[in-house]
């Protein structure tokens, strides 16, 4: 089974900046699409980016467009998010997950089988 680690989470000042990497360890598994969620308590799990592993294309929602990029190390499997101009609203437990929606469904977390567990992302004022 596709066990998925995540590392980089910290806390920052609004403004900064924090790189998220997330390895894929052990066992095959299906990471046509790799992906970055969040979630803070009592709400549900909010996409935030993906990427296509094969074409390398990127996904994103109109939060993250224009301050996040994905990307995915070809050499290794890593899949890093980059996260710039990070507001207090971009707080959240990150999770690295694994599946293989179509293009259209890449922000349903149910359209992806593996994930990990998760690593915290705390933006102050």
């Known amino acids: 089974q596709l066990k998925l680690v995540e590392s980089g989470g910290g806390s920052v000042q609004a403004g900064g900046s924090l790189r998220l990497s997330c390895v894929a360890a052990?066992?095959?598994?299906?990471?046509?699409?790799m992906a970055w969620f969040r979630q803070v308590p009592g709400k549900e799990r909010e996409a935030v980016a993906a990427?296509?592993?094969?074409?390398?294309?990127?996904y994103y929602t109109n939060s993250t467009k224009d301050r996040f990029i994905i990307s995915h190390d070809r050499t290794d499997g890593t899949v890093y998010l980059q996260m710039n101009r990070l507001t207090t609203e971009d707080s959240a437990m990150y999770y690295c997950?694994?599946?293989?929606?179509?293009?259209?469904?890449?922000?349903?977390?149910?359209?992806?089988?593996?994930w990990g567990q998760g690593t915290q992302v705390t933006v102050s004022p």
């Open positions: 997950a694994a599946g293989a929606p179509n293009a259209a469904a890449w922000t349903r977390a149910s359209e992806y089988l593996y």
């Open positions: 052990e066992g095959p598994g299906t990471r046509v699409c």
């Open positions: 990427i296509y592993v094969r074409s390398g294309n990127p």
